[in-house]
């Protein structure tokens, strides 16, 4: 998917293709193989290297973990006081709804978030109380997800994503 555009639209340019995001919890050289299998049967890419470096971006300090104080930290050893609230699905379009609440959220100091995957909000595998099956999943929330964690990022915001809601 690219987008979304000025109106919050996301549009699925020809075919599409199968994309992983993956985040590597530490810097270095990382290698991986993919294996698919499905109804036809089964293939693999060949195995690829990338490198891991460290952000450039000054607000990312990392993930957010436990501690051994009742505080949560960041990788970078930073104490991280989550100070937000949830905001679990949109209103209407995902891309001006979050990011009018996320600026909002910023210019008053929150770090933080909750958005949920329900099925009324951007659930990967439900739509409109209905469950579509293994392999059925909802690509456009999925950009509107990838999307919207970007933008977090970029603003030094954190999200809990909550996968089920029950």
């Known amino acids: 998917y690219t987008g979304p ?13 199968f994309r992983i995001r ?7 050289q990382w290698s991986y193989q993919l294996f698919v299998r499905d109804a ?3 293939t693999s890419a060949p195995s690829a290297t990338f ?3 460290v952000s450039s971006n000054e607000v990312n300090k990392g993930f957010v973990r436990l501690s051994e104080t009742n505080y949560l930290r960041f990788d970078d050893g930073e104490m991280f006081l989550p100070i937000g609230q949830n905001i679990g ?3 209407g379009n995902p891309y001006r709804d979050y990011q009018r609440w996320l600026d909002s959220l910023h210019q008053r100091g929150a770090n933080f978030f909750r958005i949920w995957n329900c099925d009324w909000g951007l659930s990967l595998e439900w739509h409109g109380g209905k469950y579509g099956g293994l392999g059925q ?3 456009e929330n999925a950009a509107y997800l990838d999307w ?19």
């Open 22 to 28: 993956f985040a590597p919890p530490e810097v270095g």
């Open 137 to 139: 999943y909802q690509q």
């Open 51 to 53: 490198e891991c470096g």
């Open 5 to 17: 555009n000025s109106n919050g639209q996301v549009t699925l340019p020809g075919t599409g293709s």
């Open 89 to 91: 699905w949109a209103n």
């Open 148 to 166: 919207l964690f970007d933008y977090a990022a970029n603003q030094g915001q954190y999200a809990m994503l909550c996968l089920q809601h029950h």
């Open 40 to 42: 036809n049967g089964e």
